[in-house]
């Protein structure tokens, strides 16, 4: 408890008391081939059969509807099946029907730098990417591929958000250590840390899923371990003990998502943005107003 409030101290040091809720959609969802354990988009997990593309003047509509709900960046995610030229498209659409003053981020696979370039040029101000926890054992990646391309969003100019995550049972002090110092590195827009999201019948459900506390110091001690120069520390999925412990950015999500059995997860797991700010506002937090200062 000592750790987690002298987390919340310096997150609301660093942002004037004023946390931030981001808004992600999914452009796609279909089997994927990466099989990462943790993800219900897996395909030796079964959840989704069917393949599922929201068209360009969908994603423009979810854009705006998180940008009308007061989001303070949005997000748009693809799967990693998802053709890039198509991802390139629909994103110039969503960013000529946008407020020119809204960020924009990219939630994409690893890529080249001439990718990322080109994720740049469509109006990307940065993109989520993170090494994840065992990449390469829970996951069909390489983990140098995800470091290389880190380095590829950031010399292409993207600012780069990351996470420790998914976190399990299974994780040592050691290895979530480890990964905190990677995070810091590279100096992030953001780091912080998430916990992994059971998937029934999925290849993990028998390594359990830790709590929210547990969740909450872990989350406390990435932001006493990342440089005060980075000011957002994330947590997932929404929780005041979450904030409670230093996190200043939480996301509210639509359409597809890696940690719901629901094709559209504002028909489960996934929140609004009035309800992230209202978990914000229970935890003694103000939340900003207009565009995420993290990008």
């Not at 987390?7 to 946390?19: P, Q």
């Not at 110091?217 to 005041?240: D, F, K, M, W, Y």
């Amino acid at each position: 408890y000592q750790v987690m409030a002298t987390a919340n101290w310096i997150s609301k040091k660093l942002t004037g008391n004023r946390a931030e809720v981001h808004g992600q959609f999914a452009l796609n969802l279909s089997p994927c081939n990466v099989n990462c354990a943790f993800c219900s988009f897996a395909g030796n997990n079964r959840v989704f059969s069917e393949v599922i593309e929201i068209s360009p003047e969908q994603a423009v509509n979810e854009a705006r509807l998180f940008e009308s709900n007061g989001a303070n960046a949005v997000f748009v995610m693809t799967g990693a099946n998802y053709s890039f030229e198509k991802f390139l498209d629909v994103s110039r659409e969503i960013r000529a029907n946008l407020d020119p003053s809204t960020v924009l981020i990219a939630n994409v696979g690893d890529k080249t730098f001439e990718q990322a370039v080109k994720i740049k040029d469509v109006g990307y101000q940065g993109v989520y990417h993170a090494l994840r926890l065992r990449e390469g054992i829970d996951t069909n990646l390489d983990p140098e591929s995800r470091k290389k391309s880190i380095v590829n969003f950031k010399e292409a100019g993207l600012e780069v958000g990351t996470c420790v995550e998914p976190v399990g049972p299974e994780h040592s002090n050691e290895e979530l250590a480890e990964m905190i110092l990677f995070t810091a590195s590279f100096e992030p827009s953001y780091s912080g840390s998430a916990r992994r999201i059971t998937i029934p019948g999925g290849v993990l459900e028998g390594r359990g899923m830790i709590t929210e506390l547990r969740m909450a110091q872990i989350v406390a001690v990435t932001r006493l371990g990342i440089p005060h120069s980075v000011s957002g520390n994330c947590t997932h999925e929404p929780c005041t003990l979450g904030a409670i412990a230093g996190a200043n950015l939480f996301w509210a999500e639509r359409g597809a998502n890696p940690r719901d059995i629901e094709k559209n997860t504002e028909e489960g797991r996934g929140g609004t943005v009035e309800h992230c700010k209202k978990l914000f506002h229970e935890s003694g937090w103000d939340t900003l107003d207009g565009p995420s200062k993290y990008y």
